[in-house]
């Protein structure tokens, strides 16, 4: 007879106690953690439909937790993405020093029902902090997802500043600003530009930073030369159908990622046209892909493993303090320009550096 019972407690869950108490699960969790966050009449409704339910936590997540010093949550998307490769490598890294877990859990939809799920998912199994990349951390700003949340939440490379989050992240438009500055010193006046993917925010920033830089250098901007890519390959290779066929045609291509840089280069060779006498191409993050193609690639050198190492101490740093809501403040990381052979003056030399 003990068998029954023990299949109706499992199927006990805290979004069954939500339900019960009329409150979100979010609310609960933050119950269960003892957060100070929670009214005390919500607090004895939350209580009663715990007593009333014969309610049991994850009592084996909870155990695990407290047995390591610290467990940190990493939100994230694809990392087949070298760039979020890189951002996984200096959270574990850093994680790893600090003598914290790393808990990872991929999610591949950016809706805030989803985010919120793994969000909470990732607490439920002991994470006593989360780390979230674009356009999840995003998202979650957008939607007011980390408002009351039960642990410290920090946003990993946002496309623009998260009032009242913790983030670190480079200035995306100030890059893009001085990229496009480059590409004008060294003569050209008809840059093409490739925007990334509309449910980020660098889709916004980077190009603002690009046309800030031709405003600057009193170039007029050709709304024509200004296509959308989502970050892949493919993009790349559509948008840059679409900036040859332009007339003038660009003399010089700025991609929003080293992907859809690399398919302009590509493409450029299928038509027989020469990087960079004929076609001056740009990219952004300086992944590995940016030195595997011929001629290697200028680009704006984005610190992923920097920023992911530098969020994993600061989320250790707010989980030990207990303040998740402590001072929310950005943290700006170094951004550098990297100059190789696939840039030079229109239909002159090439320019060399780093």
Known sequence: MARPGRRASQAITIQTVADRAGV??????NVLNNSHKVKE????LVMAA???????PNLAARSLASAATMRIGLLHRNIE?????????????ATSQLGAQLLLRRLDS?????IAQQMQALVDSGANAI??????????????????????????????????????????REAAREMTAYLIGLGHRDIGFIRGGTGHLIHRTRCEGYIAALEEAGIAVRP????????????????????FACDPRPTAIFASNDDMAAAIVSLAHRRGLDVPRD??????????????????????????????????????ALAKSAKSEADPATIYMHHELVIRESTAAPGGAIIVGS
Not at 41 to 44: A, E, G, Q, V
Not at 142 to 159: E, I
Request: hydrophobic content about 45%; aromatic content about 6%.
């Open 131 to 172: 780390l979230i990349v674009p356009p999840y951390c995003e998202v979650a700003s957008r939607f007011g997802l980390t408002r009351d949340f039960p642990v410290p939440v920090v946003a990993m490379s946002p496309g623009d500043d998260l009032p009242g989050e913790h983030c670190v992240r480079i200035d995306d």
């Open 50 to 56: 715990v007593r009333e339910l014969n309610y049991v």
């Open 81 to 93: 993405n070298a760039f979020l490769s890189a951002i996984l490598v200096g959270a574990l890294d």
């Open 224 to 243: 024509e030369l200004i296509f959308a890519g989502d970050m892949s390959f493919e993009s790349g290779l559509a948008a840059g159908e679409a900036l």
């Open 279 to 316: 076609l001056s191409v740009v990219g952004f993050d300086d992944t590995p892909v940016a030195v595997k193609i011929w001629p290697p690639l200028t680009t704006v050198r984005h610190p992923g493993a920097q920023i992911s190492a530098e969020a994993a101490t600061q989320a250790v």
């Open 41 to 44: 009449s919500t607090r004895d």
């Open 24 to 29: 979100s699960t979010m609310t609960v969790s």
């Open 110 to 114: 950016a809706e805030p029902t989803e």
